[in-house]
């Protein structure tokens, strides 16, 4: 069986893939996949009749019960009848409907082959989950083929509203399915079946979501509209997507599950039936209003649907026997109706009934195909749909719930049924013409492969309701897999003269006055199509209203804001930590908030600053104020006894004052809106509740004061484990040199982006052409330049002091590179860019690309020495001046990182400040 | 064979340098990316081997032990991510190599690029919080270089919302290392699991807190998302693509990580599980008021990441199994969907619906390309999309968490929706205004040969994910079950001695 389902996918996809070089052989290639089943399954017959469900399985994911279980049984035998013996039928249809020349033919009926394959996993899956995946799969494939033609409008809106309908029932099943499942700790259909779960709320809550999705895929009411709209699609697929097989899924499913659950689930029955009798009946009606023969024979497919949701919902012996016979019957009058409305279209160009005309002698077999396709719809004696209506109303008389009301409503349906089949007839053989057809287009006949497969199947209609004994053992072995307790059944035209005879025959009668007193009952037919809500608007105005409430939600969620933006990060980020430690327990500590008033001082400089920083309107000053901020947090360092970390943060705050000044130059000099008071009073709330958290939270944190802290490790392993006397470096460039490595990448990569845009910048059409304010000039002192001269050599010296030193001294690579760094700012601020690209013959980026290679380089050494990722090596060495040195490996590491950081400051300013000082004073002038 | 722990993250590195230096020649930097990406993913599937084997690897930088020096560690989580990222990352740099563009006028990109290579893995494989940190930047500063390629002037624009985002999430992160350390004294994960344990819950809650809006901001969770949508769309393709695929789910893992390591229990489930629920369903319904390609696929990911969220939430081993298996997989597909996003923008000029349209005529490879990835996403088997999605569903189910159920089943629906908005504005309409060009109806492909490689590959993995679901869903339970009881993961960090 897996190999029938994997035939079908590689044969539909090799259509779809080569449908231009195989031209109408994708029609044969497609075609394939139901012609081997069909032939498998006849040759299986014999066995699954039997009642040996034939069983496979191929484990997919089995932790989450997820596995290709397939299981032939009985009823699945039966729908795979029809969907292998009719989709052999409508692939020969095909091969004479679409012109040889059709473009995309490859892919329309590779889609059909897809399809076919889908719709044998569905009735072959003895898995929930993997019903559910072949569901979702002919759910696909059916909006594909519906919307085949995607030029028209009409089209593309029918395929989405037929995946958005089926679709959302699907994903509802999927849940209602689950649950289920996990009500009766089996995904196994047959298992289900066989021992189903106790009813709970679960179970109820899980049943419904399985019908909301049965009956979307079979068209039930509310969820039918959608079937009419397929009608687009070419009548092939009709044919057999949308009369013969898909939308029989929710049926198929109902009648598996109903045996099971009609009985011990209360409101089953009376749900499920009124559901499809209601259907029935609105279908019937609105087939009575249609001219379009196609649209006819859909809302008429609605109420048989109606019809066959009702009967097997029963779940009663009688009613999966009756609803068997059913599906054959439907199957065979309804595909070959289709096909019927397929040749008459290919004929005359047209189906509908005010403009077809009487059929000429070589259309007569068409005819009667027709006639005999309407008259086991209606209910014809010695035509199957006969036989099936007799079981279906015996079965709704004894049904366990309303019996009297369950089978008035049936015989009204089916009166209505009688009704529009007549008017299928009627119209099909040009008796309701009102106009009169135009000469100029010749009727076409239609070739055999039009007629052939509609034959087929009004023979077997017809056969079989003379002589429904032919399926005794089909009907008996479906009944019998769906409810195990039903003995053999057998089939007969004739039970005597008995209420269901009589009201078989009402029904007739009271379809053919219907159809006689059309016109005086035009307002009674109405109402079909005035409902209150009926499914198109319905549907209209959910995508409307799920359209609107899409557009509102991200209007305000989403509105390009970054202030707004960074107020809801902020805020959230204080809300979340601060509610959840208030309403958990924390400690406070000793309420010892400062070490000491130098401490103390420094904090209300820091604070100080940051709020006049705020509250300037003058960008310098303000970024000025930052400054003091930086150097009172070094202020903080150098109090708590780290010089490293205070000469790092100098070097960088002196660096990132340079830098505020170079892109100043570029910007207004005031910022640009003050905002509006309310606005102000709402930032200042925000930042009082972030401020707040963050002081709750240093306080709840800082009273911890673990036992042992990774620090006191530091201090004690430096020198005896890191030989360095100092503890930053040693950790910088050995404990948490892995850090440090990171560090420098991004200094690296931040240097590459701003050298980059500043790149962009001066194309045309970059960043620049922006109406920023030309750049300011800064004025060259000659004696400044001398100076610095010297100045430089002095700082380069120390830079490497620093560097050499650091890992006993205060210093280190970074701190040395910064210094390094702040000398070749003070090369451009005296000799502009020019200066700083004499320093050396190289490019700024060779600084940074050897650095990044020195530091990974001592990295990946030791690893080549099957020791860790940076790990030191140690070697001592007598050095004149600086006497004993212990040379670590780390010291190639830290050579790296401060190669880095040269490399930065001459690519910073390499973007920022190389606009040639001359050219800029001459075409900024005057903007001072 | 600590070896392979590092490789990851100082090979990258090594070649961004050689990079660097080598800027003149294009062809010896692209040698130098490929080589060192495919190195990358040769380790990652040798480590993945080995912890799938032995549990959880794990290695100490410079030799020094857990909890003084920085630890590396692999457990079966960061295993396959690390494997996952490293597939990406090449297919993304081959499309890059092969679009027009993307690449070839800027030197700094494939330093720049394997520079973010190496924030993302250290991110995955560290076992520091502080270098989690470290990590996180690098990949961040990375992306601050990529998203502003080209320097188009609406490029910097929404560049500066992202960094500026960004960099407030960083300076976020640094507090909360700060507090943790302050309360903790380290920042080893293995070593914090058993100290944060012992304070105050009120403390413990609100670190968590911290930690989760931290990389929430990162991973776009609600309401910290807004900065994505705004500004992925306006990169170019590849870096989209791999932003798409890679950044947000470093959040993703990072929360994954902290909130089970360090923080087991201690965020009440109803708000992980309330995150996860709004993430989904404003993600979605932002793709749906979406008419422009990148934009929909965009809102996509935010709505995505509510579902890996809601398997953390549930903290089963199913849950956090189908956050695994779902992650790996929204990595593949969503990479995949936006190199399509980028070949139908070659292909038609735009990625605007209104402008596009007839594409399933004129460029039918794209409408297959389009499809697979998209209908994964939204769930349909035997794609990966279905058992992820089944897999997190019936997490929930188990876990009898109705609303959960009920929304990630809605949303399912939804993103159908909005995908099939993209389905019907680019390869079924026509184009709705009247200027647009339609490119003509060729038999020749819809861009070079390197930019749809890569993306048939990732197409191909939709289906290969999907179809191998049942090896790839055990592994992702026994991830599950490490995440879930950490006790194995602390010991072989802390307990193995320099």
Redesign the interface.
């Given at each position: 069986m897996t190999a029938l389902l994997t035939l079908h996918a590689v044969t539909g996809a090799i259509a779809i893939l080569f449908g231009r070089r195989l031209g109408r052989r994708a029609v044969y290639v497609a075609g394939l996949g139901p012609l081997v089943t069909f032939a498998w399954l006849i040759a299986e017959f014999g066995t699954i009749l039997d009642r040996e469900p034939i069983t496979e399985s191929v484990?997919?994911?089995?932790?989450?019960g997820?596995d290709f279980d397939l299981r032939a049984d009985g009823f699945g035998a039966l729908m795979l009848l029809l969907v292998a013996g009719i989709g052999v039928l409508v692939f020969v249809y095909s091969n004479a409907y679409f012109p040889p020349n059709k473009e995309g033919l490859g892919?329309l009926i590779g889609l059909v082959g897809l399809f076919a394959g889908s719709m044998v996993g569905l009735v072959l899956a003895d898995n929930l989950?993997i019903l559910?995946?072949?569901w979702?799969?002919t759910t696909?494939t059916s909006f594909l083929l519906i919307?085949n033609d995607?030029?028209d409008a009409r089209a593309?809106a029918a395929a989405?509203q037929a995946?958005?309908v089926t679709?959302?029932g699907g994903?509802?099943m999927?849940?209602g399915l689950?649950?289920v499942g996990?009500e009766a700790e089996t995904f196994s259909l047959s298992g289900l079946i066989a021992d189903p779960p106790a009813p709970s709320t679960?179970l109820t809550v899980g049943l419904a979501l399985v019908l909301v999705g049965a009956f979307s895929k079979s068209a039930q009411w509310p969820f039918h509209g959608w079937l009419p709209g397929a009608m687009v699609a070419p009548t092939p697929v009709s044919a057999y997507l949308h009369s013969a097989t898909m939308v029989k899924a929710g049926v198929y499913l109902i009648a598996r599950l109903a045996p099971a659950f009609a009985g011990p689930v209360g409101w089953w029955r009376p749900a499920v039936v009124t559901i499809g009798l209601t259907t029935m009946v609105v279908g019937g009606l609105r087939a009575l209003r249609q001219t379009d023969l196609k649209l006819l024979l859909a809302f008429g497919t609605v109420s048989q649907l109606g019809m066959m949701v009702a009967v097997f919902g029963l779940g009663t012996a009688d009613a999966v026997a009756a609803g068997s016979v059913l599906l054959l019957g439907h199957a065979a009058f309804k595909a070959a109706a289709f096909m019927v409305v397929g040749a008459l279209d290919h004929a005359h160009g047209t189906r509908d009934l005010r403009r077809l005309p009487r059929p000429e002698r070589g259309q007569r077999p068409v005819a009667l195909i027709g006639a005999i396709a309407a008259a086991s719809m209606a209910g014809v004696p010695f035509a199957l749909g006969f036989v099936a209506k007799e079981y279906d109303l015996e079965a709704l008389q004894h049904s366990p719930w309303a019996p009297g009301l369950v089978t008035a409503a049936a015989v009204v349906g089916s009166a209505l049924t009688a009704a529009y089949s007549l008017r299928f007839f009627w119209g099909s053989i040009g008796r309701m013409a009102t106009e009169s057809p135009d000469p100029a287009v010749a009727a076409r006949r239609s070739p055999p492969g039009l007629v052939v497969p509609g034959l087929v199947l009004t023979a077997a209609t017809f056969v079989a309701g003379v002589v429904p004994d032919v399926l005794d053992r089909l009907v008996s072995a479906s009944a019998a897999s769906l409810r195990p307790t039903v003995g053999s059944v057998h089939l007969d035209v004739f039970h005597g003269f008995n209420l269901t005879l009589v009201l078989s025959l009402v029904a007739l009668g009271g379809g053919a006055l219907i159809f006689a007193l059309r016109r005086p009952l035009e307002p009674v037919l109405a109402l079909g199509g005035e409902l209150p809500v009926t499914a198109a608007t319905g549907y209209a105005a959910a995508l409307r209203a799920?359209?609107r409430?899409?557009?509102r939600?991200?209007?305000v969620?989403?509105?390009?804001s970054?202030p707004i933006?960074?107020g809801?990060?902020?805020l959230?980020?204080a809300i979340?930590?601060?509610?959840?430690?208030?309403?958990?327990?924390?400690?406070d500590g000793d309420g010892a908030i400062v070490d000491s008033w130098s401490q103390a001082a420094i904090a209300a400089l820091i604070l100080g600053a940051a709020a006049a920083a705020t509250a300037l309107h003058r960008r310098f000053t303000a970024a000025l104020f930052l400054g003091v901020v930086g150097y009172a947090m070094a202020g903080l360092f150098v109090v708590r006894g780290a010089p490293d970390l205070a000469v790092t943060q100098v070097g960088i705050e002196t660096l990132t004052t340079v830098l505020f000044v170079l892109v100043l130059r570029r910007l207004p000099d005031r910022f640009e809106q003050r905002t509006a008071a309310p606005m102000r009073v709402l930032r200042i709330g925000v930042a009082v509740v972030v401020g707040l958290t963050?002081f709750?939270?240093?306080l709840?944190?800082?009273a911890?004061d673990?036992?042992?802290?990774?620090?006191d490790?530091?201090i004690e392993?430096a020198y005896p484990d890191g030989h360095g006397r100092n503890v930053v470096n040693v950790i910088l460039v050995?404990?948490?040199?892995?850090?440090t490595?990171?560090?420098i990448?991004?200094l690296?990569?931040?240097a590459?982006?701003a050298?980059?845009?500043a790149?962009?910048?001066r194309?045309p059409?970059?960043?620049r052409?922006?109406a920023a304010p030309p750049p300011v000039p800064l004025d060259r002192i000659t004696v400044l330049e001398v100076s610095t001269k010297v100045v430089f050599i002095a700082l380069s010296t120390a830079a490497i002091y620093l560097l050499l030193a650091g890992h006993n001294q205060p210093g280190g690579g970074f701190a040395g590179g910064i210094v390094a760094g702040a000398a070749v700012a003070l090369r451009y601020i005296s000799g502009g860019i020019e200066s700083v690209r004499r320093l050396s013959r190289s490019k700024p980026?060779?600084p940074?690309?050897?650095?990044?290679?020195?530091?990974?380089?001592a990295?990946?050494v030791p690893?080549l020495f099957g020791?860790?990722?940076?790990?030191?090596g140690v070697h001592t060495l007598d050095v004149p001046v600086l006497g004993e040195v212990k040379l670590t490996s780390a010291l190639a590491f830290d050579t790296g990182v401060f190669l880095v950081v040269i490399g930065l400051a001459m690519m910073v300013f390499e973007s920022f400040g190389d606009d040639p000082p001359a050219r800029s004073r001459d075409t900024a002038g005057g903007t001072r | 064979m600590?070896?392979l722990?590092?490789?990851p993250?100082?090979?990258p590195?090594?070649g961004?340098?050689?990079?660097?230096?080598v800027?003149r020649s294009r062809r010896a930097q692209r040698a130098v990316s490929i080589t060192v990406l495919t190195a990358i993913a040769a380790v990652a599937v040798a480590l993945l081997i080995q912890v799938d084997d032995r549990g959880v690897v794990v290695?100490?930088?410079?030799?020094?032990p857990a909890?003084?020096?920085?630890t590396?560690v692999a457990d079966r989580f960061s295993a396959v991510m690390l494997l996952t990222a490293a597939v990406m990352l090449l297919a993304v740099l081959l499309y890059a190599i092969g679009q027009p563009g993307a690449e070839r006028n800027?030197?700094?990109f494939q330093?720049?690029y394997l520079?973010l290579a190496?924030?993302v893995n250290?991110a995955f494989l560290t076992g520091d919080l502080?270098?989690l940190f470290?990590?996180i930047?690098?990949m961040l500063?990375?992306s601050?270089?990529l998203i502003?390629?080209?320097?188009?002037?609406d490029q910097?624009r929404s560049g500066?919302?992202y960094v500026?985002?960004s960099l407030?999430?960083s300076a976020?992160f640094l507090?909360a290392l700060a507090?943790?350390?302050?309360?903790?004294?380290?920042?080893?994960m293995a070593d914090l699991a058993g100290?944060v344990a012992g304070?105050?819950?009120?403390?413990?809650?609100?670190?968590?807190?911290?930690f989760?809006?931290?990389f929430g901001?990162k991973a776009g969770l609600f309401?910290?998302f807004?900065?994505l949508?705004?500004s992925y769309p306006t990169a170019p393709s590849p870096v989209t693509a791999i932003f798409a695929g890679l950044l947000t789910k470093v959040g993703v893992y990072a929360i994954i990580r902290t909130q089970t390591l360090i923080f087991p229990g201690a965020?009440p489930r109803w708000l992980v599980l309330t995150v996860a629920a709004l993430t989904m369903v404003?993600g979605v319904?932002?793709a749906?008021?979406?008419d422009d390609v990148k934009r929909i696929l965009s809102f996509h990911i935010i709505s995505h990441i509510g579902y890996m969220i809601m398997g953390l939430g549930l903290a089963t081993v199913a849950g956090l199994a189908g956050a695994v298996f779902y992650t790996v997989h929204h990595i593949v597909v969503k990479t995949g969907l936006f190199l399509t996003g980028g070949l139908i923008e070659h292909h038609g000029g735009s990625s605007r619906l209104s402008r596009l349209g007839?594409m399933?005529r004129t460029a039918?490879l794209l409408a297959v390309l389009f499809l697979v990835p998209a209908?994964s996403l939204a769930g349909?088997?035997?794609l990966s999309g279905?058992?992820a999605k089944?897999?997190l569903?019936?997490a929930a189910?188990?876990d009898?968490q109705w609303p959960m159920?009920?929304s990630s089943?809605?949303v399912?629906?939804?993103t159908?929706?909005a995908l099939?908005k993209i389905w019907?504005g680019v390869?079924?309409?026509?184009p709705d205004e009247p200027d647009a060009i339609e490119p003509p109806a060729t038999a020749a492909a819809p861009g070079p040969a390197l930019m749809l490689a890569p993306t048939i590959v990732l197409a191909l993995g939709a289906v290969l994910i999907g179809?191998g679901?049942?090896p790839l869903?055990?592994y992702s339970?026994r991830a599950a079950e490490q995440l879930h009881d950490p006790t194995a993961y602390v010991a072989a960090v802390l307990g193995e001695g320099p």
């Open positions: 484990r997919w994911v089995p932790r989450l997820l892919r989950l559910y995946g072949f979702e799969l696909i919307g995607h030029t593309r989405l995946l958005l679709g959302a994903l509802a999927l849940a689950l649950i996990h679960a799920l359209n409430t899409a557009d939600v991200t209007g969620v989403q509105n390009g970054l933006y960074l809801v990060i902020v959230t980020a979340v930590p601060g509610t959840l430690l208030l309403s958990g327990a924390w400690n963050v709750g939270l240093a709840a944190t800082g911890e673990p036992a042992t802290t990774v620090s490790t530091f392993r050995d404990f948490r040199g892995f850090d490595l990171g560090e990448t991004v690296a990569a931040a590459i982006g050298v980059a845009l790149r962009a910048g194309r059409g970059g960043v052409d922006s980026w060779t940074l690309g050897v650095g990044l290679i020195t530091a990974a380089g990295a990946i690893l020791g860790s990722v940076l790990e030191s | 600590n070896a722990l590092a490789l993250v100082v090979l590195l090594l961004a340098g050689v990079s660097v230096l800027g290695t100490s930088a410079g030799g020094w909890p003084m020096g920085i590396l800027h030197v700094g330093s720049v520079v190496a924030g250290a502080f270098n470290v990590g930047e690098m500063t990375a601050y270089v502003t390629l080209g320097g188009r002037l910097v500066m919302t500026v985002i407030m999430a976020l507090a507090f943790t350390y302050a309360a903790a004294g380290t920042v080893n100290v304070l105050p819950d009120g403390t413990r809650a609100a670190l968590a807190g911290l989760l809006v931290v901001i309401p910290l807004f900065w949508p705004d965020l404003t319904l932002g749906i008021a979406q007839n399933v039918p209908l349909i088997p035997p279905f058992v089944l897999s569903i019936d189910v188990a009898r159920v009920a089943v809605a399912s629906f939804l159908l929706f099939m019907f390869f079924w309409n026509g179809l679901g049942g869903y055990d339970v």
